[in-house]
C-alpha cells in the first residue's frame, strides 16, 4: 500500500469546521483513500471513503484532489464528541488488510 | 444492528500461559481481520479470513499465534506461550466483501504479567 502523511496533532474550535488533510504522493490509480478515526479506548470508526471524486455522508466530507496526490477530511460543525486520532489509509480495490500509519489527533476545543 | 462483539473485553494472564480471544463478527459478512494495536500506535494487521479459510496470515508475529474461523462467522485468536510483548489490544474487524469498509469491535486488552 502507498504510504500516506498526515500532521500529527490538530485542533478545532467547538461548532467550526476541521479540515484533515493528507498527502498520499504514491497512492497507484487503483487505491482508494479511506478515513478511519479511533476515539480513546474504542476500535476504529470507518467514515468515509473515495477514489478520485469527492465524498460526502453522514459523517464527513472527502476532497481529492483532481492528481490524487493528497486529500481533505472535513468534519463540517466539530463537536467534542470528533475529538480523536483520525487515520488516512490508502488501499487497493483487492482489499484486505487497513495498513494504518500515525494518524492525526484532533482534539476539538470548547 | 448488532456490530462486532469480541470476549473478553479485559484479559490477564501470566508469561507463559495461552490464551484464546474470540470474535463475533456483524452477521453475512464474509471477510474477518485481526489486528493488534500497542500503546500509542496505529492497529497493525494480523491476518485475514475469508469465509473459514485464512487468505493472509503475513501479520502473525511468530508460530506462537494461531487463529480459525471454523464455520466461516466467530474466529478465535489463541496465543501459546504468552510472553509480556504480546500486551496489547487486540482488534477484529469484519466486512461484507473484502474489498468493502471494515467494522471493528472494542477490542480485547491483553495484559501479560
Known amino acids: 500500500d502507498a504510504k500516506t502523511t498526515q500532521p500529527t496533532s490538530m485542533d478545532c474550535a467547538e461548532g467550526r469546521a476541521a479540515n484533515l488533510p493528507c498527502n498520499h504522493s504514491t497512492i497507484s490509480g487503483n487505491e482508494y483513500v479511506y478515513w478511519y478515526r479511533q476515539i480513546h479506548s474504542q476500535g476504529p470508526q470507518y467514515i468515509i471513503h473515495g477514489l478520485k471524486n469527492n465524498e460526502t455522508n453522514e459523517m464527513a466530507s472527502l476532497i481529492i484532489t483532481e492528481d490524487r496526490k493528497s486529500s481533505t477530511l472535513i468534519l463540517p460543525h466539530a463537536t467534542l464528541r470528533d475529538t480523536a486520532v483520525y487515520y488516512c489509509i490508502v488501499r487497493d480495490n483487492a482489499g484486505n488488510m487497513l495498513t494504518f500509519g500515525g494518524g492525526t489527533r484532533l482534539m476539538v476545543k470548547p | ?113
Open chain 2, 1 to 113: 444492528g448488532a456490530g462486532v462483539s469480541q470476549t473478553p473485553s479485559n484479559k490477564v494472564t501470566e508469561k507463559g500461559k495461552y490464551v484464546e480471544l474470540r470474535c463475533d463478527p456483524i452477521s453475512g459478512h464474509t471477510a474477518l481481520y485481526w489486528y493488534r494495536q500497542s500503546l500509542g500506535q496505529g492497529p497493525e494487521f494480523l491476518i485475514y479470513f475469508q469465509g473459514t479459510g485464512a487468505a493472509d496470515d503475513s501479520g502473525l508475529p511468530n508460530d506462537r499465534f494461531f487463529a480459525v474461523r471454523p464455520e466461516g462467522s466467530v474466529s478465535t485468536l489463541k496465543i501459546q506461550r504468552t510472553e509480556r510483548g504480546d500486551s496489547a489490544v487486540y482488534l477484529c474487524a469484519s466486512s461484507a466483501s473484502p474489498v468493502r469498509e471494515q467494522y471493528f469491535g472494542p477490542g480485547t486488552r491483553l495484559t501479560v504479567t
